[in-house]
């Protein structure tokens, strides 16, 4: 066999794990042309097909995921070696890709972000948001955010802040029109606006004196982005069921209401997450220090 590059591998990884020429391209900084003569390349120099193309899709050969499977690990063990390297004392250096829903990017994450380059001009960070809970180790990602209840007994968990809750809000106009509602169920009639997550629409979750109710409300909007669902509540379009971190100006401005509060009990923040059975790569290891410092501060302050 000829010689392979480790770019080469590396850039079939890339591929194959977000299944398209066009964003591993953007990720890796060249064009999808490039990237593709690669991938031409090194199945030449392998003498096997590793992706199978379409106009519409990408996706491993039967021979593409077994390297894939075997390149992942190595790819990690790699990168962390010359970030490693590259690292001088208090100076971290690399790459540091995160896997994360967007409303722990957007309420956890997001705050310590800024500060984090700042200190650490050595370190590119690559934030994913995905709603699906994935396996960070296959995906190639250093480390994952989730809620607790996602989270594997095998992995090392750091919290990123405090207990989160979510509301029920509506617009003044929308509460003078429906009413106020004093039991989950008047919702029944009236117009609600709620999350989609893989084409299904989510249930809303109530719960009081240890009591789950769980509901269907008819629905004038489904939707995944916040911003559509917020802008549309403000607007007078219906309740919604959001985390209260999406709305708190709005409802200490009077912009919205919160309605039905004890059905709705605080839970743990979301947790950033990595495997703990290999060494911690310097620009993960020196993030979690990061949190851990502005997480004392912002206790020692409260």
């Known amino acids: 066999m000829s010689t392979v590059s480790l770019d080469a591998l590396d850039a079939f990884a890339?591929?194959?794990?977000?299944?398209?020429?066009?964003?591993?391209?953007?990720?890796?900084?060249?064009?999808?042309?490039?990237?593709?003569?690669?991938?031409?390349?090194?199945?030449?120099?392998?003498?096997?097909?590793?992706?199978?193309?379409?106009?519409?899709?990408?996706?491993?050969?039967?021979?593409?995921?077994?390297?894939?499977e075997r390149l992942t690990p190595a790819l990690g063990d790699v990168r962390a070696a010359a970030d490693q390297a590259a690292s001088e004392p208090g100076a971290p250096a690399g790459t540091l890709r995160i896997n994360a829903p967007l409303p722990a990017i957007d309420l956890a994450l997001a705050p310590y972000i800024a500060g984090f380059i700042a200190a650490n001009p050595k370190v590119r960070l690559e934030i994913v948001s995905e709603p699906a809970l994935v396996d960070i180790v296959a995906q190639g990602f250093d480390a994952g955010v989730r809620w607790g209840e996602d989270l594997a007994r095998d992995m090392v968990a750091v919290s990123l802040g405090p207990p989160q809750r979510f509301v029920l809000v509506a617009a003044p106009q929308v509460i003078s029109r429906y009413g106020l509602p004093s039991h989950?169920?008047?919702?029944?009639?009236?117009?609600?606006?709620?999350?989609?997550?893989?084409?299904?629409?989510?249930?809303?979750e109530f719960e009081k004196d240890g009591a789950v109710l769980r509901l269907e409300p008819p629905t004038v909007l489904l939707s995944m982005p916040v911003v559509m669902k917020r802008r549309a509540t403000l607007d007078g379009a219906g309740f919604w069921v959001t985390f209260e971190g999406y709305v708190e100006d709005d409802i200490a401005a009077g912009r919205l209401v919160s309605v039905l509060d004890d059905w709705f009990q605080p839970f743990p923040g979301p947790f950033l997450y990595y495997p703990g059975r290999r060494n911690v790569p310097p620009p993960l290891r020196t993030f979690i220090d990061y949190v851990k410092a502005r997480r004392r501060t912002v206790t020692r302050s409260g």
């Open 184 to 204: 989950p169920r008047d919702l029944l009639d009236k117009p609600c606006i709620r999350q989609l997550v893989n084409g299904v629409a989510q249930p809303w």
């Open 14 to 68: 890339a591929v194959a794990r977000v299944r398209s020429f066009r964003r591993a391209a953007a990720l890796r900084g060249v064009s999808p042309a490039t990237l593709s003569q690669t991938i031409k390349d090194l199945e030449q120099r392998l003498g096997v097909r590793l992706l199978n193309r379409t106009t519409r899709s990408v996706a491993p050969t039967e021979a593409g995921a077994r390297l894939l």
